[in-house]
């Protein structure tokens, strides 16, 4: 008889072993229910986006002076290409937004809805409920945005003034939830999204000509196409980091004392963004973390937390494009995010929908778990207590003994975050490192394509192939399961250079992929259907980024290859590096693919890139 979802979230409390053996039974075949759950929310969710690029040609026909991207970029950053509602609960997280294009309401924030309706002359409802009509009204906001921002602004400039965030304010913190707003659009295109029927074209972004360079130290910009000659970049007061290929400040040239956004004092990697709802905790010690998700975007909830009609605010907010993070209350306060549980309880706010899994990306996943890992070491609390079971879809109120769980867990609320998406196991796993075992399998492209969501053109190393070429999900051929990663490799036709092909896990950024340790090898399947390939892999080992010698794979079938993180033998220098794997953990930088030059167009496939210890 299956145990009720209550029970399975206990059991490990009270149950002898046949049961703790039924209970895992039981919290399998929910787990498999979730997968497949997930699965159908995201075919679904790409049949719907097959529609909508014909409906961004068609706004930037009627606004040619629009800049190519924004608008898919716009709808990546607000809804990922879904449909929202604009449907809120009480004391919301994040101010309501509608359509494809996450156009904003009122409500303390800047009418998009009304603005837009007036520009066009059709009706509130058209804008809200029509995909159509969402994104002409956003393409018509960003039109008049572009004649008040003149014709000298910058594309940051251009989403800033079209921004929606809070209309009651323009003080520095607003212009921070604005910057970031910008910099998360031209992210987007910059890296290229190619997931579950979401296809925005690559578009390196030059980004110093975009942001100031304490703005792009703040969002940790990818500031850089590598210079392969050199390993870097220098700008004066500056300097890019050869791991994860950002712009940081050198000592003394960032942090200005009139500079609103501070990092802080409390956890180190986050930025401070100051909230005023807040209250003393009146001697209660912390015991307890909360997790949220926002049902809004990252920007736009750090402009609610400054003004809202709830007084809602939270500890920390993570984005999910890349996990940055901002706290808005210190911990030794209660943030107001969890009603009558406010006084013992850290809350995490975590960007996105709990309807749309996409938004719980690895970057978020491990951003948050590492701030986590922090809160059980300064306040005690400990990491083995957090939920390791299914997920829920509405409110389940789970025993006081376990300290790390959701808002909908938590007794005396009415909300259902972070919902069925949450993956709890995944993120036990990366709370509690080492409690999955001798493999940890990093991408099965089973439900999504997991860290590989950016073009295999992207990044200046990547040279020979044509932007033309593609890399998505394909279920027609594996070789675990039934999906793999399909890379459609086209050359480009205006040089006969060699193939390099640097295809980016994680999007090039370090804090994007998981972490396992260097006593381990790491490898992944492979299919090519053309001779002469070589393979290799990158890796981040935490002060520069190794390169493993090549392996030969041959063609028209599966081969599976491997590197071992501990030999030196199998490790080149490569951006910074000495031709060996220092750190004691790693991570999966990118999948090289190398040949001589080709006219033809070459079909490649991975599958199941995983770590295996040695």
């Known amino acids: 008889m299956r145990h009720s979802v209550m029970a399975l979230a206990v059991s490990a409390l009270l149950c002898t072993a046949p049961c703790l053996a039924a209970a895992r039974a039981d919290g399998a075949a929910l787990a498999n229910e979730r997968d497949a759950a997930v699965a159908a929310e995201q075919a679904g969710l790409a049949a719907a986006r097959r529609e909508y690029p014909a409906l961004f040609a068609a706004a930037y026909q009627r606004y040619p002076q629009l800049p190519a991207g924004l608008l898919e970029g716009i709808a990546y950053v607000q809804s990922r290409w879904a449909m929202l509602d604009g449907q809120t609960e009480a004391a919301a997280e994040s101010p309501s937004a509608v359509g ?293 879809s509405g409110i389940v109120v789970l025993s006081s003994a376990i300290k790390i769980k959701g808002h909908q867990h938590f007794p005396d609320n009415t909300h259902t975050d972070p919902g069925i998406n949450w993956d709890w196991p995944r993120y036990y796993g990366l709370l509690n490192p080492g409690s999955g075992g001798s493999t940890v399998v990093l991408d099965t492209f089973e439900s999504s394509e997991g860290h590989f969501t950016s073009t295999p053109a992207y990044s200046g190393s990547t040279t020979g192939i044509d932007a033309s070429s593609t890399a998505e999900r394909n279920c027609t051929i594996a070789k675990v399961g039934s999906c793999s990663e399909h890379l459609s490799l086209v050359d480009n036709p205006g040089n006969t250079q060699a193939w390099s092909v640097r295809f980016l896990s994680g999007g090039g950024a370090a804090g994007s992929n998981t972490s396992v340790a260097r006593n381990g090898r790491v490898g992944f399947w492979v299919y090519v259907g053309g001779s002469g390939f070589s393979v290799g892999v990158g890796v981040d080992d935490g002060a520069a980024t190794e390169r493993s010698t090549l392996r030969a794979v041959a063609a028209n079938t599966w081969t599976y290859v491997e590197w071992n993180l501990a030999d030196a033998a199998q490790w080149d220098a490569w951006v910074g590096g000495n031709g060996a794997i220092d750190a004691a953990n790693v991570t999966l930088d990118a999948i090289w693919f190398e040949r001589a030059h080709t006219t033809f167009t070459v079909n490649a496939y991975i599958d199941e890139v995983q770590w295996r210890s040695n």
């Open 100 to 392: 494809l294009m996450g156009l904003y309401n009122g409500n303390g924030f800047r009418d998009q809805v009304g603005a837009a309706a007036k520009l066009l002359n059709v009706s509130r409802g058209q804008i809200e409920r029509d995909a159509y009509w969402n994104v002409m009204g956003a393409a018509a906001l960003l039109a008049e945005a572009r004649i008040e921002a003149g014709r000298s602004a910058t594309e940051a400039d251009l989403l800033r003034a079209y921004a929606g965030q809070n209309s009651v304010r323009a003080d520095a913190i607003d212009a921070f939830a604005r910057e970031s707003f910008a910099y998360d659009v031209l992210l987007s295109l910059d890296r290229g999204v190619d997931d579950n029927g979401i296809r925005i074209a690559a578009r390196p972004i030059a980004w110093e000509t975009q942001f100031s360079p304490d703005a792009l130290v703040r969002q940790r910009a990818p500031f850089v196409r590598l210079d392969l000659s050199r390993g870097s970049v220098e700008v004066d007061g500056y300097r890019v980091d050869p791991v994860e290929e950002v712009l940081k400040a050198d000592a003394g040239s960032s942090g200005k004392s009139e500079d609103p956004v501070l990092n802080s004092t409390d956890y180190g990697p986050a930025l401070w963004v100051a909230s005023p709802y807040y209250h003393g905790r009146g001697g209660t010690a912390i015991s307890a973390v909360a997790i949220h998700t926002m049902q809004g975007s990252y920007a736009g909830s750090i402009s609610w937390f400054q003004n809202n009609p709830s007084s809602v605010s939270a500890h920390y907010l993570i984005r999910s494009s890349d996990g940055q993070v901002t706290q808005m209350v210190r911990e030794a306060q209660a943030a107001h995010h969890i009603g009558s549980q406010n006084n013992y309880t850290l809350g995490i706010e975590h960007e996105g929908y709990v309807n749309n899994a996409a938004w719980y990306t690895t970057a978020m996943y491990n951003a948050s778990s590492a701030l986590t890992r922090h809160f059980c070491s300064v306040h005690g609390i400990n990491c083995a207590t957090a939920y390791n079971g299914p997920a829920h």
